[in-house]
């Protein structure tokens, strides 16, 4: 990674000395989605605004330290099933699926979520390559 803003400002080896770049890029991964999480479910989403909300979540996601690569998609088909008389419905964590890469220095990591049927839970996870 080049040399950003916060280097200006801020130190990283005075933060995150004691972890390796992997443990590191897990560290933003999990912050990232957990901020992901937490800020979009209960957006209001209808079939028509839903590549926008992606789009969206994305872009923001992009804002954070380490992030190299973002890929929102969205379940049309619960979002359809889901929306009331009034055409939309709020997004759940049952319609995300994310992958997201971050980069410390030259390790990279994925880390997701996506919906488990079996534990009826959205969880996040690294993913191995």
């Known amino acids: 990674m080049g040399k950003t803003v916060m280097d200006d400002i801020m130190n990283e080896d005075d933060y995150f ?3 390796t770049d992997r443990e590191r890029a897990i560290f933003e991964g999990g912050i990232s989605m957990g901020a992901l999480f937490h800020q979009f479910v209960g ?3 209808s079939v028509d605004t839903m590549v926008s909300l992606e789009k969206a979540i994305e872009e923001s996601i992009l804002l954070q330290p380490a992030i ?3 890929t929102v998609k ?3 088909r619960l979002i359809e099933n889901n929306s009331g008389v009034m055409g939309y419905t709020s997004l759940t964590g049952e319609m995300l699926s994310v992958k997201l890469t971050t980069q410390i220095n030259k390790k990279s990591i994925t880390t997701c979520i996506s919906y488990d049927d079996n534990l009826q839970y959205p969880i996040m ?3 191995d390559k």
């Open 125 to 127: 996870y690294v993913e």
């Open 17 to 19: 000395k004691n972890l």
């Open 43 to 45: 957006t209001p989403v």
């Open 74 to 76: 969205l379940d049309k």
């Open 68 to 70: 190299v690569d973002v």
